[in-house]
């Protein structure tokens, strides 16, 4: 027994005397006599807590915390011999101790401990914010990014950006904030809870954190002009430099976008329908990457459900390995694109399904830089492109609007690109 709780002595058997108090004792531990009998023996009182109720043993040793004496307090006959406790303070001297005293320690050492490890995450903080990046070094995709987490994700006071709800919210957000955390464009916010951040050093004794990236709060480490930081995150939230963007960097984005959101149906169809693990390796991002050269997000979406309809009914009717399963949907979605491209066949544009979870970042994009809003899944990231570059006519008719989203909502495209269809199982 490591630590008896201290109580006072019991002394409901101090009627007895000193002698009627050893032969009790004896009869209980050695001769092991029935409680029952020794109570009608002696007049004992009724009480559960027999041996409570003997004197302690005093000894010669001295708490080494006190300095008061130590005691043997009377165990259980059936149980083992309690280690020797202080009197004064129920401090037990050999191995682990849990006494008041002990306790306080312990729990001084965890406070200061944890005070010291804050207090290096604080200054690591402090060091990788310590330089701004210039506003003017940001690339297209940084600044829509930035742009999206403020309109969607700032504090109420403009201060920080508040963390993501959900491993799941991260996980689907993660292709477009990591980059700018690599970057040092987020760096971690000093009132985040350090509880999520661990702290190592490498083989060059440098500090390393390892952290729990979304349950932190982030600090937008950017600099523009003598903007202060209110200020900054109204600018990006109005997205004025984003509509100032170049053509091809709005086909770079708009085609990143594209793949994102084909790969979070194409890990539903996974997940849900087929009930194997998505894992996006090279053959999907291959296959995606094709994709989004020459078809709209509507299009995929509708290439994935067909495909992934038809292989379900093959997994059922074939019983085939989880392998042949993820290449037959692979193959089928690829030899059908290549055959509509082949062909010049007309694809049906299908709209997001409901059931799969909204990309703030798609909506902000297609919203706030194209204002092209539900048109935006509807036009493949190439178009964007090619409207500015190939089309002489296109060029000088396209130059009259603002935004890409403005010629997307023109009665021309509307006229040329077929009304889309709805996934009829959303």
Not at 168 to 197: A, M, Q, R
Not at 304 to 309: M, S
Not at 325 to 336: H, T, V
Request: net charge negative; charged share 25%.
């Amino acid at each position: 027994m490591n630590h008896y709780q201290l109580k006072k002595q019991g002394n409901k058997f101090d009627f007895l005397s000193q002698d009627e108090m050893n032969t009790l004792m004896k009869e209980y531990y050695e001769d092991r006599i029935a409680m029952t009998v020794l109570k009608v023996k002696y007049k004992l009182p009724q009480n559960n807590n027999f041996e409570l109720q003997f004197p302690w043993k005093k000894i010669a040793e001295t708490c080494s915390l006190c300095n008061c004496q130590m005691v043997v307090l009377p165990h259980h006959r059936d149980g083992n011999l309690n280690k020797p406790v202080c009197s004064n303070c129920g401090h037990i001297n050999d191995g682990y101790c849990i006494c008041s005293t002990c306790r306080d320690i312990e729990h001084q050492a965890y406070l200061q401990e944890k005070k010291e490890k804050e207090e290096r995450i604080s200054n690591q903080l402090h060091l990788e914010e310590a330089v701004k990046i210039p506003f003017e070094k940001l690339t297209a995709e940084e600044k829509i990014s930035l742009g999206m987490l403020v309109r969607n994700m700032s504090s109420e006071d403009l201060t920080y950006i508040v963390p993501f709800s959900s491993k799941e919210n991260w996980k689907n957000s993660k292709d477009f904030v990591l980059p700018l955390y690599k970057s040092k464009i987020l760096t971690v916010h000093p009132e985040s809870d350090y509880s999520f951040i661990g702290i190592k050093e490498n083989k060059f004794k440098e500090t390393i954190l390892s952290i729990e990236l979304y349950k932190m709060k982030w600090n937008i480490n950017v600099l523009k002009d003598d903007l202060s930081n209110y200020e900054l995150y109204n600018y990006l939230a109005r997205a004025e430099d984003q509509l100032k963007l170049t053509n091809e960097e709005l086909f770079l984005y708009w085609k990143k976008i594209a793949k994102h959101e084909a790969q979070l149906y194409l890990a539903y169809n996974f997940n849900q329908v087929l009930k194997i693990e998505f894992e996006n390796d090279f053959a999907i991002d291959n296959l995606l990457e094709y994709l989004t050269n020459h078809f709209s997000i509507g299009q995929i979406y509708n290439l994935i459900w067909k495909y992934t309809n038809n292989t379900l009914r093959f997994k059922e009717e074939r019983q085939v390995t989880t392998n042949h399963i993820y290449n037959y949907l692979l193959k089928c979605i690829r030899n059908e694109a290549e055959k509509i491209i082949g062909n010049n066949y007309n694809l049906a544009h299908f709209d997001k399904p409901k059931y799969i979870q909204e990309s703030s970042f798609s909506d902000f994009f297609f919203s706030y830089i194209l204002k092209a809003n539900g048109q935006g899944y509807r036009i493949t990231p190439s178009e964007i492109f090619e409207i500015n570059q190939n089309n002489s006519d296109d060029i000088q008719e396209f130059v009259q609007f603002k935004t890409v989203g403005d010629y997307l909502n023109t009665y021309k495209f509307l006229s040329t690109n077929k009304e889309s269809f709805k996934d009829e199982d959303e």
